[in-house]
Structure formats: structure tokens, C-alpha cells
């Protein structure tokens, strides 16, 4: 089978003598995003003390951002390295996150606090909704998904090469507008939506009998959707404070 994530399209695997399990899953899950949550915590600190001036806030983000993708998409590639990838690639998402977190404290006071709220939210409404079947991953629930994020992923490569070659950025869809929130609006429910299909993933996955590895893939996978909802929420709502 395929993960519906498109980070994680190209894993595969063949049914196991000593399948994964849900409970398992979970449990990695939980130890990632608490990994990650206490990197973040602990990074954002440090970045809060050492003042804005001096703060390496910025350069941990984009550290860990790139970091953190080379080990998804290694994940992605050889789903049975998970394992090992799995510890190191929260704790550079928590850098991530704790870089990015400080950036937004420093221009907008307390907005970090309600988008971590605004996050946790939406997972447990969302695992909610999944669990009473009001929402399935069917086939065409994936297609829109998958082709959103993809989209999505196009004009944000768009928008780097703009920046990083010209020093300009698309009209209207990355500033504080009416046009940049909506978009912004419109990445924060992809964002969550993933959420669906790494609940689905996890399910077949063990109807499936996978592999024991494919505990820590799915928490891979949980994790990358936990912080890119949290980092969407915080664009949204930083567009919403600076109006």
C-alpha cells in the first residue's frame, strides 16, 4: 500500500509476520510531538532571552525546515528507516517550530500560545468527526486533498524562487490583504484536512498487517500535519493581528 500524505506517497510495504499496531502508532506519535514540543519549547526560550537583536530564531527555523525535509522525504523513500529517522527528525521540527514561534512572539505578543490552542483544537475535532464517520478518506476526498496540496506546494516553490531571483513576491497571495488572508484561510484547512488521510493511514496500515517500522512512518507523518497546521495557523493569524 501508498500513503495518502504526498510527502509519503512512495512508501510502500508487504504484509509482516509482526504487524504494526494502532496503539503503536499512537505511542509514537506521542513521543515525536512531545520530542518536538519540548525542543520548541526550550529553543523559543532561549531565542526570547538572548533578545531579537541577537536572537538565531530565524536561522534554527530554516535549519531545522530543511533538515527535517531531507529526513521526510529519506522516510519516504525507505519507509524502513524510520526508526532511526523518526527521534531526529522531531527534534528538528521542534527548531522549526521554535524558530518560527519566535518570530511571530516578537511581532505579535501571544500569538504562538493561541495558534498551539488553535492546533490541538482542530486535531481532536477532527479525530472526532473521523471516528463518528461524518469523515472518510474516500477516493475523492484524497483526489481534492492531495491536488490542493499540491497546488499549494507549487505556488509556495513559486514564491521562493520570486523572492530568492527577484526579490518579489506573487500579488497578492503572501500579503496581509484580503486576498493573502483567504489564502491563508484556504492552507490552514489543507493543512488540517491532512489529518484524514494520516487517521486512514494508520487504519489500513493495520487492517494491512505492515511492518512494525511503519509505527514511527505513521508518526512521521502525523507530525509533518501537526506542524504545518501549527505554522498555517500562524500566518493566518498573524494576517488577522496586523489588519
Known amino acids: 500500500m501508498q500513503s495518502n500524505n504526498p510527502l509519503f506517497k512512495k512508501a510502500s510495504f508487504i ?3 509482526e504487524p504494526m499496531s494502532i496503539n503503536g502508532a499512537i505511542n509514537k506519535t506521542v513521543v515525536m510531538t512531545g520530542t518536538a514540543a519540548t525542543v520548541a519549547v526550550l529553543f523559543f526560550f532561549y531565542c526570547m532571552n538572548v533578545g531579537y537583536t541577537n536572537s538565531p530564531a530565524m536561522l534554527g527555523a530554516i535549519a531545522g525546515a530543511i533538515v527535517g525535509m531531507i529526513l521526510a522525504f529519506v522516510a519516504a523513500f525507505k519507509p524502513h528507516l524510520s526508526p532511526n529517522i523518526a527521534m531526529p527528525y522531531a527534534v528538528m521540527e521542534g527548531l522549526f517550530m521554535g524558530g518560527i514561534s519566535a518570530y511571530y512572539q516578537y511581532r505579535y505578543p ?8 488553535a492546533t490541538f483544537i ?20 484524497k483526489a481534492v486533498v492531495i491536488s490542493a ?3 499549494i506546494a507549487i505556488l509556495y516553490v513559486l514564491q521562493w524562487v520570486m523572492v530568492l531571483a527577484f526579490g518579489n513576491s506573487i500579488p497578492f497571495l503572501f500579503e496581509n490583504g ?3 488572508l483567504g489564502f491563508a484561510a484556504f492552507v490552514a484547512v489543507i493543512a488540517s484536512l491532512h ?17 512494525k517500522y511503519m509505527e514511527w512512518f505513521c508518526g512521521i507523518a502525523m507530525l509533518a500535519t501537526l506542524v504545518w497546521m501549527y505554522v498555517s495557523f500562524l500566518r493566518l ?3 488577522i493581528r496586523s489588519e
Open 122 to 141: 482542530t486535531t481532536f475535532a477532527l479525530l472526532g468527526l473521523y471516528k463518528a464517520r461524518i469523515i472518510q478518506a474516500t477516493a475523492k476526498f
Open 237 to 239: 493569524l498573524g494576517i
Open 178 to 180: 484580503i486576498i493573502g
Open 195 to 211: 489529518l484524514i488521510l494520516d487517521f486512514d493511514l494508520i487504519e489500513r496500515s493495520n487492517e494491512m498487517n505492515a511492518p
Open 110 to 117: 501571544g500569538l504562538p500560545l493561541i495558534a498551539v490552542a
Open 149 to 151: 496540496t499540491i497546488a
Open 15 to 17: 504484509p509482516s509476520a
